[in-house]
């Protein structure tokens, strides 16, 4: 497995790599709710959902070309 030659380029602008960092951060808030007792009135299973619906749109945004990062027209 060999890295992509712009990799630094594709860390600081590909939108899928953003989506699936923010994809894990509401993965670990789900994990860490209950930690929080009734602070937050939050009902079970919304991060689930939006970590759910955030990978989607990190997979959509994986198939579309973006310029910043591929440098197509």
Request: no cysteine; charged share 10%.
């Amino acid at each position: 497995m060999n890295l992509v030659w712009n990799w630094r380029r594709v860390l600081r602008h590909a939108w899928s790599l953003r989506l699936i960092a923010l994809a894990a951060l509401l993965s670990g808030l789900e994990v860490a709710l209950p930690y929080a007792g009734d602070l937050l009135p939050i009902p079970p299973g919304l991060f689930a959902l939006l970590s759910l619906l955030t990978t989607a749109a990190a997979f959509a945004a994986r198939l579309i070309a973006q310029r910043s990062v591929s440098g197509v027209q």
